[in-house]
């Protein structure tokens, strides 16, 4: 999860941010099944519940000088390790940093766009694995 955070979903969530917000940003990639538990721990690597047999990618943004933050919930797991469906899931995700970067206070109002990857654009290791 870790070169999926640093190396893709990182740089689409600082590609809405301008230069001097970048090093103030948290990004944290994890698997789990709810919503709740990636806002209170992001840091947690793993959960699940028993009534729930899916697990599923979430990335989470924090903005520490005013404590803003939002996760966002990519897909499941196994359906992302289909380069295409992920591309289709950062395009959705892209949307959604842009809804989120607008609506803080530190960029309250401002039209903010993410470049998001297209398949060529992904890391070698996300698309030849098995």
């Known amino acids: 999860m870790s070169r999926l955070r640093d190396q893709v979903?990182?740089?689409?969530?600082?590609?809405?941010?301008?230069?001097?917000?970048?090093?103030?940003?948290?990004?944290?990639?994890?698997i789990g099944t709810e919503f709740e538990s990636s806002l209170r721990d992001p840091t947690e690597p793993h959960w699940t519940y028993p009534d729930d047999g899916?697990?599923?990618?979430?990335?989470?943004?924090?903005?520490?000088?005013?404590?803003?933050?939002?996760?966002?919930?990519?897909?499941?797991?196994?359906?992302?390790?289909?380069?295409?469906?992920?591309?289709?899931?950062?395009?959705?995700?892209?949307?959604?940093?842009e809804d989120w970067v607008c609506e803080t206070s530190f960029a309250w109002g401002e039209e903010r766009h993410v470049r998001v990857p297209g398949l060529g654009d992904l890391p070698e290791w996300l698309i030849t694995r098995p």
Do not use: F, K, M
Not at 11 to 18: D, F, G, I, M, R
Not at 59 to 84: I, K, V
């Open 9 to 30: 979903i990182r740089p689409l969530v600082e590609s809405a941010l301008v230069e001097h917000e970048i090093p103030d940003i948290r990004v944290h990639v994890v």
């Open 54 to 97: 899916h697990e599923y990618v979430w990335a989470h943004a924090e903005y520490r000088p005013t404590n803003e933050c939002a996760a966002w919930r990519l897909g499941r797991s196994e359906d992302l390790r289909d380069p295409s469906v992920l591309v289709d899931a950062l395009w959705e995700l892209g949307s959604r940093v």
